[in-house]
Protein backbone atom coordinates (compact mmCIF):
# COMPACT_ATOMS: atom_id res chain seq x y z
CA UNK A 1 0.00 0.00 0.00
CA UNK A 2 1.27 3.98 -0.69
CA UNK A 3 1.88 5.99 1.78
CA UNK A 4 -2.04 7.95 2.69
CA UNK A 5 -0.02 10.94 3.12
CA UNK A 6 0.99 10.79 -1.03
CA UNK A 7 -3.34 11.84 -1.77
CA UNK A 8 -2.62 15.07 0.65
CA UNK A 9 -1.51 18.29 -1.69
CA UNK A 10 2.40 18.50 -1.69
CA UNK A 11 1.77 22.15 -0.69
CA UNK A 12 -0.81 21.64 2.32
CA UNK A 13 1.82 18.69 3.12
CA UNK A 14 4.66 21.81 2.84
CA UNK A 15 2.70 23.80 4.85
CA UNK A 16 2.88 24.43 9.50
CA UNK A 17 -0.50 24.42 10.61
CA UNK A 18 -2.08 27.33 12.25
CA UNK A 19 -1.66 26.77 16.03
CA UNK A 20 -1.16 28.32 19.19
CA UNK A 21 0.79 27.17 22.10
CA UNK A 22 -0.81 26.85 25.62
CA UNK A 23 0.68 28.53 28.57
CA UNK A 24 -0.75 29.04 31.74
CA UNK A 25 -1.37 32.87 32.79
CA UNK A 26 -2.61 35.29 34.91
CA UNK A 27 -3.32 38.07 32.37
CA UNK A 28 -4.05 37.09 29.05
CA UNK A 29 -3.08 39.91 26.09
CA UNK A 30 -1.85 37.51 23.46
CA UNK A 31 -4.94 37.55 21.24
CA UNK A 32 -6.27 41.05 21.14
CA UNK A 33 -9.82 40.25 22.96
CA UNK A 34 -11.85 42.78 24.33
CA UNK A 35 -10.70 42.66 27.99
CA UNK A 36 -14.16 44.50 29.47
CA UNK A 37 -15.79 41.55 28.43
CA UNK A 38 -19.48 40.77 26.92
CA UNK A 39 -21.84 42.91 29.45
CA UNK A 40 -23.20 40.30 32.00
CA UNK A 41 -26.75 41.96 31.81
CA UNK A 42 -26.76 41.13 27.91
CA UNK A 43 -25.49 37.24 28.76
CA UNK A 44 -28.81 37.43 30.63
CA UNK A 45 -30.90 38.54 27.48
CA UNK A 46 -28.83 35.99 25.13
CA UNK A 47 -29.56 33.13 27.91
CA UNK A 48 -33.36 33.92 28.07
CA UNK A 49 -33.49 33.84 24.45
CA UNK A 50 -31.78 30.33 24.05
CA UNK A 51 -33.88 28.75 26.87
CA UNK A 52 -36.90 29.75 24.68
CA UNK A 53 -35.84 28.10 22.31
CA UNK A 54 -36.09 23.86 21.18
CA UNK A 55 -32.58 22.82 21.29
CA UNK A 56 -33.27 19.80 18.99
CA UNK A 57 -34.04 21.84 16.00
CA UNK A 58 -31.68 22.94 13.61
CA UNK A 59 -31.08 26.70 13.90
CA UNK A 60 -32.53 29.41 11.45
CA UNK A 61 -30.96 28.32 7.93
CA UNK A 62 -30.62 31.67 6.36
CA UNK A 63 -30.19 33.59 9.90
CA UNK A 64 -32.72 36.39 8.82
CA UNK A 65 -33.05 38.09 12.18
CA UNK A 66 -29.27 38.64 12.56
CA UNK A 67 -28.46 39.57 9.05
CA UNK A 68 -31.56 42.00 8.79
CA UNK A 69 -30.17 43.03 12.51
CA UNK A 70 -26.72 43.82 10.47
CA UNK A 71 -28.07 45.11 7.54
CA UNK A 72 -29.94 47.75 9.56
CA UNK A 73 -26.96 48.33 11.58
CA UNK A 74 -24.93 49.26 8.45
CA UNK A 75 -27.55 50.79 6.34
CA UNK A 76 -27.04 48.17 3.68
CA UNK A 77 -29.70 45.68 1.90
CA UNK A 78 -29.91 42.22 4.15
CA UNK A 79 -28.82 40.71 0.42
CA UNK A 80 -25.18 42.47 0.46
CA UNK A 81 -24.98 40.46 4.08
CA UNK A 82 -23.44 37.45 5.13
CA UNK A 83 -22.84 35.89 7.79
CA UNK A 84 -20.30 32.84 9.29
CA UNK A 85 -19.00 31.10 12.01
CA UNK A 86 -16.23 33.84 12.53
CA UNK A 87 -14.64 36.02 9.97
CA UNK A 88 -12.20 33.02 9.26
CA UNK A 89 -15.08 31.17 7.66
CA UNK A 90 -16.39 33.57 5.13
CA UNK A 91 -12.43 33.88 4.48
CA UNK A 92 -12.61 30.47 3.37
CA UNK A 93 -16.08 30.43 1.34
CA UNK A 94 -14.52 33.34 -0.54
CA UNK A 95 -11.40 31.63 -1.38
CA UNK A 96 -13.26 28.47 -2.04
CA UNK A 97 -15.41 30.00 -4.54
CA UNK A 98 -12.86 31.67 -6.53
CA UNK A 99 -9.41 30.43 -6.39
CA UNK A 100 -8.61 27.56 -8.86
CA UNK A 101 -5.12 25.17 -9.02
CA UNK A 102 -2.11 28.01 -10.15
CA UNK A 103 -4.57 31.21 -9.57
CA UNK A 104 -2.38 34.12 -8.04
CA UNK A 105 -3.53 35.81 -4.66
CA UNK A 106 -1.92 39.13 -3.62
CA UNK A 107 -1.28 39.20 -0.09
CA UNK A 108 0.93 41.77 1.28
CA UNK A 109 3.14 40.85 3.99
CA UNK A 110 3.61 40.77 7.97
CA UNK A 111 -0.40 39.87 8.30
CA UNK A 112 -3.03 37.26 9.46
CA UNK A 113 -1.34 34.30 8.47
CA UNK A 114 -4.72 32.45 7.49
CA UNK A 115 -5.06 34.22 4.25
CA UNK A 116 -2.21 32.04 3.15
CA UNK A 117 -2.78 29.35 4.73
CA UNK A 118 -6.35 28.96 3.23
CA UNK A 119 -5.07 30.52 -0.15
CA UNK A 120 -2.39 27.48 -0.68
CA UNK A 121 -4.98 24.56 0.58
CA UNK A 122 -6.93 26.07 -2.32
CA UNK A 123 -3.92 25.55 -4.25
CA UNK A 124 -3.40 28.88 -5.48
CA UNK A 125 0.22 30.98 -5.54
CA UNK A 126 0.34 33.61 -3.11
CA UNK A 127 2.31 36.74 -4.05
CA UNK A 128 3.66 38.82 -1.00
CA UNK A 129 4.70 42.19 -1.37
CA UNK A 130 6.23 43.10 1.77
CA UNK A 131 5.94 46.31 4.48
CA UNK A 132 8.68 47.24 5.63
CA UNK A 133 10.02 48.28 9.27
CA UNK A 134 11.45 51.38 8.21
CA UNK A 135 8.46 52.57 6.81
CA UNK A 136 6.41 52.16 9.66
CA UNK A 137 5.11 49.19 7.71
CA UNK A 138 3.35 51.22 4.88
CA UNK A 139 1.58 49.29 2.25
CA UNK A 140 3.39 49.66 -1.04
CA UNK A 141 0.79 50.20 -2.91
CA UNK A 142 2.39 50.23 -6.33
CA UNK A 143 3.65 47.25 -5.56
CA UNK A 144 0.50 45.30 -5.25
CA UNK A 145 -1.28 46.53 -8.00
CA UNK A 146 1.82 45.54 -10.37
CA UNK A 147 2.34 41.96 -8.80
CA UNK A 148 -1.92 41.76 -9.44
CA UNK A 149 -1.44 42.64 -13.30
CA UNK A 150 1.42 40.87 -13.95
CA UNK A 151 0.30 37.51 -12.14
CA UNK A 152 -3.51 38.20 -13.12
CA UNK A 153 -4.25 38.10 -9.46
CA UNK A 154 -7.94 36.54 -8.94
CA UNK A 155 -7.77 37.85 -5.41
CA UNK A 156 -5.93 40.61 -3.48
CA UNK A 157 -6.41 40.48 0.41
CA UNK A 158 -6.04 43.73 2.50
CA UNK A 159 -6.09 43.83 6.31
CA UNK A 160 -6.32 47.46 7.56
CA UNK A 161 -5.55 48.20 10.30
CA UNK A 162 -3.41 45.21 9.77
CA UNK A 163 -2.65 42.28 12.27
CA UNK A 164 -0.14 42.28 13.68
CA UNK A 165 1.09 45.58 12.88
CA UNK A 166 -1.90 47.62 14.00
CA UNK A 167 -1.30 49.99 10.71
CA UNK A 168 -4.17 51.23 8.96
CA UNK A 169 -4.02 50.97 5.02
CA UNK A 170 -5.18 55.13 4.31
CA UNK A 171 -8.84 55.05 2.37
CA UNK A 172 -6.96 56.47 -0.68
CA UNK A 173 -4.13 53.73 -1.07
CA UNK A 174 -6.94 51.23 -0.57
CA UNK A 175 -9.53 53.06 -3.26
CA UNK A 176 -6.42 53.05 -5.65
CA UNK A 177 -5.82 49.37 -5.34
CA UNK A 178 -9.36 48.73 -5.92
CA UNK A 179 -10.04 50.87 -8.64
CA UNK A 180 -6.23 49.95 -10.51
CA UNK A 181 -6.91 46.17 -10.38
CA UNK A 182 -9.30 43.44 -12.31
CA UNK A 183 -8.85 41.51 -9.04
CA UNK A 184 -11.61 40.81 -6.22
CA UNK A 185 -10.25 43.10 -3.07
CA UNK A 186 -10.71 41.10 -0.08
CA UNK A 187 -11.14 43.52 3.07
CA UNK A 188 -10.56 42.55 6.20
CA UNK A 189 -11.49 45.22 9.05
CA UNK A 190 -11.81 42.85 11.92
CA UNK A 191 -10.29 46.03 13.97
CA UNK A 192 -12.73 48.42 12.30
CA UNK A 193 -13.88 49.38 15.53
CA UNK A 194 -11.15 50.77 17.00
CA UNK A 195 -9.75 52.71 13.97
CA UNK A 196 -9.59 56.47 12.25
CA UNK A 197 -11.72 55.16 9.41
CA UNK A 198 -14.43 53.21 8.37
CA UNK A 199 -14.37 51.21 4.31
CA UNK A 200 -17.74 50.73 4.61
CA UNK A 201 -18.80 52.99 1.52
CA UNK A 202 -16.49 50.74 -0.59
CA UNK A 203 -18.87 48.39 -1.38
CA UNK A 204 -20.97 51.13 -3.14
CA UNK A 205 -17.95 52.32 -4.75
CA UNK A 206 -16.38 49.37 -6.45
CA UNK A 207 -18.37 45.86 -7.82
CA UNK A 208 -14.94 44.09 -6.52
CA UNK A 209 -14.86 44.89 -2.96
CA UNK A 210 -16.23 41.81 -0.14
CA UNK A 211 -15.46 43.50 3.33
CA UNK A 212 -15.11 41.32 6.37
CA UNK A 213 -16.25 42.49 10.01
CA UNK A 214 -16.44 40.15 12.98
CA UNK A 215 -18.12 39.78 16.40
CA UNK A 216 -14.66 38.48 17.87
CA UNK A 217 -13.31 41.87 19.13
CA UNK A 218 -15.19 44.84 19.87
CA UNK A 219 -18.58 43.32 20.75
CA UNK A 220 -16.49 40.31 23.15
CA UNK A 221 -17.83 37.31 21.41
CA UNK A 222 -14.39 35.52 20.00
CA UNK A 223 -16.54 32.49 22.01
CA UNK A 224 -19.07 33.02 20.22
CA UNK A 225 -17.75 32.71 16.70
CA UNK A 226 -19.37 35.26 14.58
CA UNK A 227 -18.37 37.10 11.37
CA UNK A 228 -19.77 38.77 8.20
CA UNK A 229 -19.25 39.91 5.10
CA UNK A 230 -20.43 42.88 3.32
CA UNK A 231 -20.73 43.13 -0.72
CA UNK A 232 -22.82 43.56 -3.76
CA UNK A 233 -25.56 40.83 -4.10
CA UNK A 234 -24.13 39.48 -6.76
CA UNK A 235 -20.57 38.69 -4.99
CA UNK A 236 -23.08 37.93 -1.37
CA UNK A 237 -25.34 35.05 -3.67
CA UNK A 238 -21.98 33.70 -4.84
CA UNK A 239 -19.92 33.55 -1.95
CA UNK A 240 -23.26 32.17 -0.17
CA UNK A 241 -22.99 28.78 -2.31
CA UNK A 242 -19.22 27.65 -0.93
CA UNK A 243 -20.83 28.01 2.80
CA UNK A 244 -21.45 24.53 4.67
CA UNK A 245 -25.58 24.71 5.81
CA UNK A 246 -25.86 25.45 9.56
CA UNK A 247 -22.55 26.98 10.15
CA UNK A 248 -23.37 29.36 12.99
CA UNK A 249 -25.53 27.70 15.98
CA UNK A 250 -28.54 29.55 17.40
CA UNK A 251 -26.34 30.16 20.10
CA UNK A 252 -24.18 32.31 18.75
CA UNK A 253 -26.87 33.83 16.41
CA UNK A 254 -28.88 35.02 19.59
CA UNK A 255 -25.43 36.79 21.10
CA UNK A 256 -24.92 38.77 18.17
CA UNK A 257 -28.32 39.88 17.95
CA UNK A 258 -28.49 41.25 21.57
CA UNK A 259 -25.08 42.73 20.92
CA UNK A 260 -26.31 45.13 18.27
CA UNK A 261 -29.26 45.84 20.06
CA UNK A 262 -26.69 47.31 22.64
CA UNK A 263 -24.72 49.05 20.66
CA UNK A 264 -24.08 51.93 22.95
CA UNK A 265 -22.40 49.37 26.03
CA UNK A 266 -20.35 48.59 23.38
CA UNK A 267 -18.98 52.26 22.26
CA UNK A 268 -18.50 52.69 25.63
CA UNK A 269 -16.21 49.34 26.13
CA UNK A 270 -14.28 50.66 22.72
CA UNK A 271 -13.97 54.13 24.16
CA UNK A 272 -12.54 52.80 27.17
CA UNK A 273 -10.07 50.46 25.35
CA UNK A 274 -8.79 53.67 22.71
CA UNK A 275 -8.07 55.10 26.32
CA UNK A 276 -5.87 52.42 27.47
CA UNK A 277 -4.49 51.82 24.23
CA UNK A 278 -2.94 55.22 24.47
CA UNK A 279 -2.15 55.34 27.88
CA UNK A 280 0.04 51.99 27.15
CA UNK A 281 1.60 53.36 24.28
CA UNK A 282 2.96 56.68 26.45
CA UNK A 283 4.06 54.25 29.17
CA UNK A 284 5.70 52.10 27.09
CA UNK A 285 7.67 54.89 25.11
CA UNK A 286 8.50 56.17 29.03
CA UNK A 287 10.92 53.02 28.69
CA UNK A 288 13.75 54.52 26.87
CA UNK A 289 14.54 50.61 25.90
CA UNK A 290 10.74 50.22 24.58
CA UNK A 291 10.03 51.27 20.85
CA UNK A 292 6.07 50.70 20.31
CA UNK A 293 4.97 51.79 16.80
CA UNK A 294 1.76 53.89 16.79
CA UNK A 295 -1.75 51.88 16.21
CA UNK A 296 -4.95 52.16 14.73
CA UNK A 297 -5.82 48.77 16.22
CA UNK A 298 -6.91 47.69 20.25
CA UNK A 299 -3.23 46.25 20.18
CA UNK A 300 0.23 47.49 19.71
CA UNK A 301 3.68 46.11 18.68
CA UNK A 302 7.27 47.01 19.57
CA UNK A 303 10.68 46.15 20.11
CA UNK A 304 12.84 46.10 22.96
CA UNK A 305 16.58 47.17 22.93
CA UNK A 306 19.23 44.79 24.74
CA UNK A 307 16.62 41.70 24.47
CA UNK A 308 15.08 39.54 22.18
CA UNK A 309 11.07 38.85 21.87
CA UNK A 310 11.62 35.27 23.18
CA UNK A 311 13.98 37.00 26.61
CA UNK A 312 10.97 39.72 26.89
CA UNK A 313 8.48 37.33 26.43
CA UNK A 314 9.69 34.32 28.90
CA UNK A 315 9.98 37.43 31.36
CA UNK A 316 6.31 38.70 30.80
CA UNK A 317 5.38 34.79 31.35
CA UNK A 318 7.30 34.09 34.27
CA UNK A 319 5.00 37.02 35.61
CA UNK A 320 1.71 35.47 34.31
CA UNK A 321 1.41 38.22 31.34
CA UNK A 322 0.82 36.21 28.01
CA UNK A 323 1.71 38.02 25.35
CA UNK A 324 2.01 37.13 21.42
CA UNK A 325 6.00 36.69 20.16
CA UNK A 326 5.10 37.18 16.06
CA UNK A 327 9.37 37.75 15.14
CA UNK A 328 8.96 34.48 13.14
CA UNK A 329 7.13 37.10 10.55
CA UNK A 330 8.44 38.76 8.24
CA UNK A 331 10.42 41.81 8.97
CA UNK A 332 8.89 41.49 12.66
CA UNK A 333 11.92 39.65 13.55
CA UNK A 334 12.81 42.12 16.66
CA UNK A 335 8.76 42.43 17.84
CA UNK A 336 6.40 41.42 20.39
CA UNK A 337 2.37 42.35 19.91
CA UNK A 338 0.61 43.48 23.09
CA UNK A 339 -2.96 43.51 22.98
CA UNK A 340 -4.21 46.29 25.18
CA UNK A 341 -5.97 45.09 28.42
CA UNK A 342 -8.07 46.42 31.04
CA UNK A 343 -6.41 48.83 33.21
CA UNK A 344 -4.95 46.89 35.82
CA UNK A 345 -3.60 44.34 32.45
CA UNK A 346 -2.00 46.90 31.25
CA UNK A 347 0.12 47.95 34.58
CA UNK A 348 1.38 44.95 35.27
CA UNK A 349 2.96 44.62 31.61
CA UNK A 350 4.64 48.13 32.23
CA UNK A 351 5.60 47.12 36.08
CA UNK A 352 6.67 43.93 34.64
CA UNK A 353 8.95 45.75 31.92
CA UNK A 354 10.21 48.34 34.16
CA UNK A 355 11.79 45.02 35.72
CA UNK A 356 14.12 44.87 32.70
CA UNK A 357 15.42 47.97 33.00
Known amino acids: MTDPLEHIKPAVRAMKAYTLTPHTYRYKMNQNENPLGYPPELKEQVM ?33 VLVGNGSNEIIYNTMAVTLRDGDSVVIPIPTFSVYKLVAT ?48 VPIEQVRCICRAVDSLVLIDEAYQEFSSQNLLGLVAEFPNVILLRTFSKAMALGGMRVGYCVTNEALAREIHKGKLPYALNAFSEAAAVVALQNMPLF ?19 TLRFAHPIPSDANFIIARFDGFTPQQVFQHLLERGILVRDISSNVGLGEYLRLSVGAPQENDALIEALRELV
Open 48 to 80: ARILEQDWARYPDFDLVELTEALAGHLGVSPTQ
Open 121 to 168: VMGATVREPVMRPDTLFALPTDEVIQQAHEHQARLVVLCTPNNPTGRS
Open 267 to 285: QAEVAQILYERDRLYAKLE
